[in-house]
């Protein structure tokens, strides 16, 4: 089969699925045509080991969920100062297990104005403190030999202000404004913020923003140096569609769609998971799938549970190939705190009954804030009514309850409703810093079983895990950031601190916190390797403990099973498991059944079946 050949049965495969949804939104010929020329012209020009790439992912479409698959999110400078800098690295991310290196975002944004690189002055240029697009082309081809696998994030909702379509609009050009939401009095905009919810009511109060030097106010859902781009003009979908192909062909595996729910906006709604939304993602997996099979679409989808799932699309209709699973890890942290699974159990079970090809990304900590989208309505029914409840959860991270080991800050408090999000690293939160800062051995014992067991039990949900830099070595808060003025105001950078390379000498020694818990995960790592039922395709459930503060799991794929059981107690519990059979301790080699397992505060066991 030719090159050509190939492309063409692709686009025959979608073509009029893709004709008839673009048509749907915008009705114009000209703007189809045009797009299809284009993709063919970036198919073209995608290079030939990227194709090879793509054939071989073709004849295996799963494989990105297998059970050697094992991610890690990095700043690229806080890491290694540059892209060239984690080429340098490689050979300290395979010592890590990993196989996707998730590079947050390093495209051209403007100092001081970022959020963090959110904010996308240029998408076809890399932050020149950061590197080059040559160098991340050169750092994709070796991460590609050393079988490991690069995502970005594709900051779709909106632009800098600094971008070349906003600067154009700002100066009164029509067709550019056309490519924002810009109103010439604060009529329409009024009409809007009745319904649409604020992002950040704290720190970007409203969702407009005035511009006196063209009296014009334009949409700003997230920062007033964001401008929301609208997808009602078919000159918008097409344009980040060229910039979405024309990173994929710098050898991106995982592109990180940002902000999915928020990209159509209509006057009465919230503009949020509106239809058009899944039509656009639809089409981008279709073009996707069309010129760049190999590359795998993770949605950003911060929402309630029943609001996630619909990205997946169905299985014969897909959407994104992966989600964030969001609201465990908040739950997850729920459980942390109240020493109570029981809502965590329920969100468990809830995943196993979806589709085995609905994929989650799971995760303890990202660079993100944490924000407690629990569901109020079950936790209601046991006494934990929604505000009080976010109150304690806030005061037991940020350490301010009696007895509380963790450690952070808040962000984006509300003074007024006392609501506000949570930052913090895992090691934080565990108990790491407040160990370490009083010295006392007892606690950091503790704190390290602590940090080990809610990863064993990350390794056990249903999905691909996904470790945050510096958790490998159990980094604690950064608390420099106060210390630089573009940063201070941030709250979130406490967790985005620089990675200490000098703590990476002791992970070789178990006697060091760092050795611990490096040489603790990479136990975990390499049995998950070995064991096929930790394949994304293996069926989970939860097993009855008969405690409240003890979750247990059961994976199985074929005639393989394993049990892990997980005691978010900080006391010592022991537990009956009512299932038959001899187990192996995966850990220490121990035969033992489980009957009677006694576990230690915030220990955990991975135990699989004999006979």
């Given at each position: 089969?030719?090159?050509?050949e190939?492309?063409?049965?692709?686009?025959?495969?979608?073509?009029?699925?893709?004709?008839?949804?673009?048509?749907?939104?915008?009705?114009?010929?000209?703007?189809f045509?045009?797009?299809?020329?284009?993709?063919?012209?970036?198919?073209?020009?995608?290079?030939?080991?990227?194709?090879?790439?793509?054939?071989?992912r073709?004849?295996?479409?799963?494989?990105?969920r297998g059970?050697?698959?094992l991610?890690m999110m990095?700043?690229?400078?806080?890491?290694?100062g540059?892209l060239?800098?984690?080429?340098?690295?490689?050979?300290?991310?395979?010592?890590?297990?990993v196989?996707?290196?998730h590079?947050?975002?390093?495209?051209?944004?403007?100092?001081?104005?970022s959020d963090?690189?959110?904010?996308?002055?240029?998408?076809?240029?890399?932050k020149?403190?950061?590197g080059t697009?040559?160098?991340?082309?050169?750092?994709?081809?070796?991460?590609?030999?050393?079988?490991?696998?690069?995502?970005?994030?594709?900051?779709?909702?909106?632009?800098?202000?600094?971008?070349?379509?906003?600067?154009?609009?700002?100066?009164?050009?029509?067709?550019?404004?056309?490519?924002?939401?810009?109103?010439?009095?604060?009529?329409?905009?009024?009409e809007?913020?009745?319904?649409?919810?604020q992002v950040?009511?704290?720190?970007?109060?409203?969702?407009?923003?005035?511009?006196p030097?063209?009296?014009?106010?334009?949409?700003?859902?997230?920062?007033?140096?964001?401008?929301d781009?609208?997808?009602?003009?078919?000159r918008?979908?097409?344009?980040?569609?060229y910039?979405?192909l024309?990173?994929a062909?710098?050898?991106?595996?995982v592109?990180?769609?940002?902000?999915v729910?928020?990209?159509?906006?209509?006057?009465?709604?919230?503009?949020?998971?509106?239809?058009?939304v899944?039509?656009?993602?639809?089409?981008?997996?279709?073009?996707?799938?069309?010129?760049?099979?190999?590359?795998?679409?993770?949605?950003?989808?911060?929402?309630e549970?029943?609001k996630?799932?619909?990205?997946?699309?169905?299985?014969?209709?897909?959407?994104?190939?992966?989600?964030?699973?969001?609201?465990?890890m908040?739950?997850?942290w729920?459980?942390?705190?109240?020493?109570?699974?029981?809502?965590?159990k329920?969100?468990?079970n809830?995943?196993?009954?979806?589709?085995?090809?609905?994929?989650?990304?799971?995760?303890l900590?990202?660079?993100d804030?944490?924000?407690?989208?629990?569901?109020?309505?079950?936790?209601?029914?046991?006494?934990?009514?929604?505000?009080p409840?976010?109150?304690?959860?806030?005061d037991?991270?940020?350490g301010?309850?009696?007895?509380?080991?963790s450690?952070?800050?808040?962000?984006?408090?509300?003074?007024?409703t006392?609501?506000?999000?949570?930052?913090?690293?895992?090691?934080?939160?565990?108990?790491?810093?407040?160990?370490?800062?009083?010295g006392?051995?007892?606690?950091?014992?503790?704190?390290?079983?602590?940090?080990?067991?809610?990863?064993?039990?990350m390794?056990m949900?249903?999905?691909?895990?996904?470790?945050?830099?510096?958790?490998?070595?159990?980094?604690?808060n950064?608390?420099t950031?106060?210390?630089?003025?573009?940063?201070?105001?941030?709250?979130r950078?406490?967790?985005?601190?620089?990675?200490?390379?000098?703590?990476?000498?002791?992970?070789?020694?178990?006697?060091?916190?760092?050795?611990?818990i490096?040489?603790g995960?990479?136990?975990?790592?390499?049995?998950?390797?070995q064991?096929?039922v930790?394949?994304?395709?293996a069926?989970?459930q939860?097993?009855?403990?008969?405690?409240?503060s003890?979750?247990?799991?059961?994976?199985?794929?074929?005639?393989d099973?394993?049990i892990?059981?997980?005691?978010f107690h900080?006391?010592?519990?022991?537990?009956?498991?009512?299932?038959?059979?001899?187990y192996?301790?995966?850990?220490?080699?121990?035969?033992?059944?489980?009957?009677?397992?006694?576990?230690?505060?915030?220990?955990?066991?991975?135990?699989?079946?004999v006979?």
């Amino acid at each position: 089969m030719t090159v050509d050949e190939r492309y063409r049965q692709r686009m025959d495969r979608h073509h009029d699925e893709l004709k008839w949804l673009y048509m749907e939104l915008y009705g114009n010929d000209d703007m189809f045509f045009e797009l299809c020329s284009q993709m063919y012209s970036f198919y073209q020009g995608r290079r030939q080991s990227l194709k090879r790439l793509d054939r071989k992912r073709e004849n295996n479409p799963s494989w990105y969920r297998g059970n050697d698959m094992l991610g890690m999110m990095l700043y690229i400078d806080q890491f290694a100062g540059n892209l060239k800098g984690v080429g340098e690295k490689l050979d300290y991310l395979k010592e890590c297990n990993v196989s996707c290196v998730h590079l947050m975002p390093f495209l051209d944004s403007p100092e001081g104005r970022s959020d963090g690189g959110y904010a996308v002055a240029d998408f076809r240029r890399v932050k020149p403190s950061l590197g080059t697009m040559e160098d991340l082309e050169i750092l994709a081809d070796e991460c590609h030999k050393d079988q490991i696998s690069l995502c970005m994030d594709f900051v779709m909702n909106h632009t800098s202000e600094d971008h070349i379509w906003a600067q154009r609009a700002r100066s009164g050009d029509g067709e550019y404004m056309s490519r924002y939401f810009f109103y010439d009095n604060y009529e329409i905009p009024r009409e809007y913020e009745k319904t649409v919810p604020q992002v950040f009511p704290v720190t970007a109060p409203g969702n407009f923003t005035y511009l006196p030097e063209t009296g014009h106010h334009v949409l700003t859902t997230f920062y007033p140096y964001q401008w929301d781009l609208n997808y009602s003009n078919p000159r918008v979908f097409n344009e980040m569609m060229y910039n979405f192909l024309y990173l994929a062909n710098r050898g991106m595996d995982v592109i990180r769609i940002d902000a999915v729910p928020y990209i159509w906006k209509s006057l009465g709604t919230s503009c949020r998971n509106l239809p058009q939304v899944h039509t656009i993602v639809r089409m981008m997996r279709m073009i996707s799938e069309i010129v760049c099979p190999g590359v795998v679409l993770l949605g950003e989808v911060v929402m309630e549970p029943e609001k996630v799932v619909p990205y997946f699309g169905t299985v014969d209709k897909p959407e994104c190939h992966m989600l964030y699973n969001v609201t465990t890890m908040a739950t997850t942290w729920n459980s942390v705190a109240t020493r109570d699974v029981r809502l965590l159990k329920m969100q468990l079970n809830t995943i196993s009954r979806l589709p085995k090809e609905y994929t989650f990304l799971n995760y303890l900590r990202c660079h993100d804030d944490i924000g407690w989208g629990l569901d109020y309505d079950t936790l209601k029914y046991w006494g934990m009514r929604e505000v009080p409840h976010k109150k304690f959860l806030n005061d037991y991270f940020t350490g301010r309850t009696e007895g509380s080991v963790s450690r952070g800050e808040l962000y984006n408090e509300d003074l007024v409703t006392g609501d506000a999000r949570f930052c913090g690293t895992t090691a934080s939160m565990c108990g790491i810093e407040s160990a370490g800062f009083e010295g006392n051995e007892g606690k950091m014992e503790q704190a390290v079983r602590k940090d080990l067991m809610l990863h064993a039990y990350m390794f056990m949900q249903s999905g691909i895990p996904m470790l945050y830099s510096g958790d490998e070595i159990g980094q604690v808060n950064d608390y420099t950031y106060k210390e630089d003025p573009a940063k201070r105001e941030d709250s979130r950078y406490i967790h985005r601190g620089k990675f200490h390379w000098e703590l990476v000498e002791n992970c070789g020694d178990t006697d060091t916190i760092q050795g611990k818990i490096f040489q603790g995960l990479s136990r975990l790592e390499h049995i998950r390797r070995q064991e096929n039922v930790f394949g994304a395709d293996a069926e989970m459930q939860v097993i009855e403990t008969g405690d409240d503060s003890v979750l247990c799991i059961q994976r199985t794929k074929g005639r393989d099973t394993i049990i892990g059981i997980f005691n978010f107690h900080d006391t010592e519990k022991t537990v009956h498991i009512i299932l038959p059979g001899t187990y192996r301790n995966l850990l220490n080699g121990e035969i033992m059944g489980l009957q009677d397992v006694r576990l230690p505060g915030s220990g955990f066991v991975w135990t699989k079946l004999v006979e």
